[in-house]
C-alpha cells in the first residue's frame, strides 16, 4: 500500500493515464474516476500490475457531473486522507446553434463537464484533503487564455478564477491550488475524430519547440505541483504547451 492517496478524475484515459502511471511511480495509491468502467478497469490493471502493487490503483465509475454519483468516490476514499485530488476530467462538447435553447444545452454541456466535474469532486473530498500539505491541481487548456473553442474556451477560463478564491480559502491550511493548462497533446481520445492531417500539422507549427504535446509532457508538471517541493506554489496557472502562448 502506497503512503499517500491521490484522486484522479478522467484518469483511464490520455493525459489522466499518464498522470496517474507517474503518481504511482511516486508512491501514491491513486482512485481514478471516470464514467467508462471497462475503460477504468483496464488502466487500473494494467498500471497496478507495472508498478507491482496489485492494489496501487482503484477504479470508481461516476459521472461527475452527478451530485449524487460524485459520493461513490467519497465512499471509496472512506477514512483514508487524500493528499492530492487532480481535477483533469473533461473536453470539447460540440454543439448546435440554431436556436437559443441549442445554444443554451452546449453551453452547459461544456460547463457542466469542465466546470462542475472539477468543482463537485474537489468540494466533495475538501474534509479529506490532508491539513497541512494537501493539493488541488485543476487541468485547464490553452483555449482558456486564446480561445478558439467557444464554451470550452470558456469554461477552462473559469476554472482559473475558481483556482484563486480556492487558493485564498485553502492557503491557511497549507493547502495548494494550481491549474496546468496543456497545449496540444496528441495520442489522447480528446480530439475523437476531429483532428486531421492539417489541423495536427498547423498546431504543431504554432509551437516553439516543434512538436506536439505527450501526455507525460502534461502528467510532469501536475507530479510537480503535487509534490513536497512545490509548497510555495499556489493560485498559479502553469502553461505546458510549448511556447504556443507564452507566459505573462
Ligand atoms: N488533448 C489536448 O490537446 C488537451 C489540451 C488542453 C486541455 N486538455 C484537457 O485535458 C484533460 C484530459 O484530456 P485528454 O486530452 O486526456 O482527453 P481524454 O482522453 O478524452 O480524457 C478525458 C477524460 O475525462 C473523463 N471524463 C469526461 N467527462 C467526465 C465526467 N462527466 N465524469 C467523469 N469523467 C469524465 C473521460 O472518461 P469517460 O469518458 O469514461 O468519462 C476521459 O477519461 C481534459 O480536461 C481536456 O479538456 C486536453
Known sequence: MGERLAVVSGGGTGIGAAVVRGLVIDGYDVIIVGRRGEVLRETAERISWESGRSSAVQAVVADLTDPAQVAGVVAAVGERTVDAVVNNAGGYLGGDTDTLVDVAAWWRAN???????????????????????????????????????????????????????????????QITVNVVSPGYVADTEFFGDRMTPEGHAARVAATLVGRAGEPDDIAAAVRYLVGPSAGYVTGQVLGVNGGSVLGR
Open 111 to 173: 460547463l457542466d463537464a469542465n466546470v462542475l466535474t472539477a468543482v463537485l469532486l474537489t468540494e466533495a473530498l475538501l474534509p479529506a484533503l490532508r491539513r497541512p500539505g494537501g493539493r488541488v491541481v485543476l487541468v485547464g487548456s490553452i483555449a482558456a487564455q486564446r480561445g478558439g473553442a467557444g464554451p470550452y474556451s470558456a469554461a477552462k477560463a473559469a476554472l482559473h478564477g475558481w483556482a484563486y478564491d480556492l487558493a485564498a480559502r485553502l492557503g491557511n491550511e
